[in-house]
């Protein structure tokens, strides 16, 4: 019997607007069914984030995920059954990539660029008081 082959692929992954906010989450989750996959992620980036064209699971906006890796190709009927049963992914598509060269999709990797946008997302105040209200002024022009 011959050994495992290994083949390219190509995933691209939605999720909704509210799962989305937290990028670095999502990322992670995705790295998690990788890693089960035993896949090696040669590229990850953020494709878009967009209004759907209906709503899926109640969420009218969506970021999509755009993935490409090698696995061997006896893991990925798991990585399926991973991907449907995740309750952060709302929708995933894979196919085979082998119209791609492992360098033409490492020139597509943005995972730095992805990590930049999720600090930054984290980083940014979510709640109303971190909003200050305007100091109001008096008749006299002085600042209350």
């Not at 989305?20 to 896949?39: M, P, T, Y």
């Not at 894979?94 to 980083?123: C, F, P």
Request: proline share 3%; with cysteine; net charge negative.
């Amino acid at each position: 019997m011959p050994g495992k082959r290994i083949y390219q692929y190509e995933a691209m992954f939605l999720f909704g607007q509210s799962t989305a906010a937290d990028l670095a989450g999502c990322v992670a989750h995705l790295n998690e069914i990788f890693a089960r996959a035993q896949a090696e992620i040669v590229a990850m980036r953020k494709w878009d984030d967009r209004r759907l064209a209906y709503e899926i699971a109640g969420q009218k906006r969506g970021t999509y995920i755009l993935v490409y890796f090698k696995a061997p190709n006896e893991s990925m009927l798991g990585f399926d059954r991973d991907c449907n049963l995740s309750e952060k992914i709302l929708r995933h598509l894979l196919i085979r990539a082998d119209y791609m060269t492992i360098e033409q999709m490492q020139a597509t990797d943005a995972r730095r660029e992805l990590e930049l946008e999720a600090k930054m997302r984290a980083e940014k105040p979510q709640t109303p008081e971190a909003t200050a209200e305007p100091v109001a002024a008096s008749a006299d022009g002085e600042q209350a």
